[in-house]
């Protein structure tokens, strides 16, 4: 089965990314075919079709005011995210895609694709920031 793993972070950074890793190398012991995707990081492992993972979003430190609302928009809704993840899916043609953490950095936005892609979507709820915004 080719399966689509996706994680915003897809190097050890923390418990998420590191869940994302094993799960993909599990995977691929069992004989599936795996792919990642995720954000542009100099960190990031060799992974194929690094050239459609989404550019690095960091929102710490002091941010300009343009910095602050471009990452606000793209907190509920990324175009780069949604093309990016739209042009893997052509080529890779994955059969489930298995979500991780994607807040914040992704955005929901590419649930749509899959949806329209009629990919069937698993996730693996690492934190509850989706369902509680204020991350209390």
Known sequence: MK??????????KGGDAISTIETGKL???????????GMKNPNNPSLLFDEYFIEEINYE??????RKLTGVFNLMYSFEAKHKIAQLI???KPEVVHLNNFSHQISPSILDVFEDYRIPMVMTM?????VCPSYS
Do not use: A, E, M, R
């Open 126 to 130: 690492h934190d509850y920031k989706l």
């Open 27 to 37: 995977l691929q012991d069992k004989g599936h075919t795996v792919f990642f995707w």
């Open 90 to 92: 052509k080529i890779v």
């Open 3 to 12: 399966i689509l793993l996706i994680n915003k972070f897809l190097y050890p």
């Open 61 to 66: 430190g002091n941010l300009s005011l343009k």
